[in-house]
């Protein structure tokens, strides 16, 4: 298995608090990515690193920021958790492009809450 | 606009059958698809991937099928065994995208006994 975990992995937390996830990862891999999954909706990309200090928005980023400081950390930020950000959060990890494998290996996920 | 499409939401099938998971794109640029598997409480794990350039990918139990024409791909297991209960997310991914892949609904499958 890769070496992905994500903290907490499980949280509640009120409307208009913020709240930040951490993903760490152990295989120095370059790409790093952070995903939402809901009921109908399968797996949206919400942000992606593709070096340190290097992030791009994924289809779904209204609300998140990310942060990559070192290349086995990623965060995800909620600025002002909604009702609507309640889901399954996933990150993961992808070596290269240039083997055009395109693999991503998945943490185990955090639960989040917003009431 | 979902750009890959899994109009099944479940599947169930008996033990020792073949299951049959389909998945539709809309992206001609796709060039490299993939099939997942997640568990309940678990993320999603790598099951067989196959390039645009071929049209057939073995690996074990399963096989994955591309038509290009059609833009269809399917995930065939063979024999279906209970522990292949899951979720199947196929994803399709084109170059110079930096590896981001686009996945699909999800496909919930049951094999029972």
């Known amino acids: 298995d890769a070496g992905i975990t994500q903290s907490p992995r499980h949280k509640v937390t009120e409307t208009g608090t913020p709240v930040t996830l951490r993903c760490h990862q152990t295989e120095n891999h370059r790409y790093m990515y952070w995903y939402r999954q809901d009921p109908g909706h399968g797996l949206r990309l919400i942000h992606y690193?593709?070096?340190?200090?290097?992030?791009d928005k994924g289809e779904v980023s209204d609300g998140y920021s990310v942060s990559r400081s070192k290349t086995e950390d990623f965060l995800l930020t909620l600025e002002s958790a909604t009702s609507s950000q309640t889901s399954v959060y996933f990150c993961?990890?992808?070596?290269?492009?240039?083997?055009?494998?395109?693999?991503?290996?998945f943490g185990p996920g955090t639960r989040l809450t917003v009431t | 606009d979902q750009q890959v499409k899994q109009n099944s939401p479940s599947l169930s099938v008996q033990e020792g059958r073949i299951s049959i998971l389909n998945c539709d794109y809309t992206n001609s640029m796709f060039d490299y698809f993939l099939w997942y598997k997640k568990y309940p409480a678990e993320g999603p794990t790598f099951l067989i991937s196959i390039s645009s350039i071929k049209d057939k990918n073995e690996d074990g139990r399963f096989t994955v099928f591309l038509n290009k024409s059609a833009k269809h791909l399917s995930l065939h297991i063979v024999p279906s065994q209970p522990g292949d209960s899951a979720v199947y997310f196929c994803?399709?991914?084109?170059?110079?995208?930096?590896?981001?892949?686009?996945f699909g609904t999800g496909t919930r499958l049951q094999v029972t006994l």
């Open positions: 994803a399709a991914n084109s170059a110079g995208t930096a590896s981001k892949l686009t």
């Open positions: 993961a990890i992808s070596e290269s492009s240039r083997n055009r494998k395109n693999e991503q290996y």
């Open positions: 690193s593709y070096g340190v200090k290097d992030t």
